[in-house]
C-alpha cells in the first residue's frame, strides 16, 4: 500500500515542502520524493538505508529532509533498522529513545549529512 506525507525540506536557507511517497515492492522498501520538477526514486530492503540513499542524492542539490531520520544523533540499530523507527542516542548513554524516521524534525540545528551522521554514530559506539 502507497503512502503519501508532505515533508519539510530545507534548501539553501528556506523551508519548504516536498511530496514524498513510500511502498514495498519485491521484498524492498521504496521511496519516491516530489519537489518541483525534481524526482528521484531510491530503494533498500531496509527503510532507514532507502532514507540514507534520499538523503545523499538530496545533499548534492543543497536539500535536506527535516525529519528525525536526519539528526545527527539518530541511527537505527540491527533489529530497528527492518522498521521505520531508530534510536536517538547521546554519547555515554545507551540508547532508549526510539523515534519514528519519518517524524518532523523542527530543530534545523540538529539535521546533519549522511556522512556526519554516520561519523556521531561511530563516535557514539565508542562512547562507552
Not at 506525507?5 to 521511496?31: G, H, M, P, Q, Y
Not at 520538477?37 to 533498500?44: A, M, Q
Request: aromatic share 16%; net charge negative.
Amino acid at each position: 500500500m502507497k503512502k503519501e506525507k508532505s515533508i519539510k525540506i530545507l534548501i539553501n536557507t528556506e523551508i519548504d515542502f516536498a511530496l514524498f511517497s513510500f511502498f514495498e515492492s519485491d521484498n524492498r522498501f521504496v521511496i519516491l520524493f516530489e519537489f518541483k520538477d525534481i524526482f528521484i526514486e531510491v530503494n533498500d530492503i531496509y527503510p532507514f538505508f532507502a532514507l540514507v540513499k534520499l538523503r545523499e542524492q538530496l545533499e548534492k542539490m543543497k536539500i535536506f529532509l527535516l525529519c528525525k531520520g536526519s539528526r545527527i544523533d539518530v541511527y537505527p540499530s540491527g533489529m530497528s533498522a527492518i522498521g521505520f523507527f531508530a534510536y536517538q542516542t547521546e554519547f555515554g548513554k545507551h540508547a532508549t529513545q526510539l523515534v519514528s524516521i519519518w517524524e518532523e524534525e523542527l530543530d534545523v540545528e540538529v539535521i546533519a549529512t549522511v556522512k556526519t551522521q554516520k561519523q556521531y554514530h561511530q563516535k557514539w559506539l565508542e562512547s562507552f
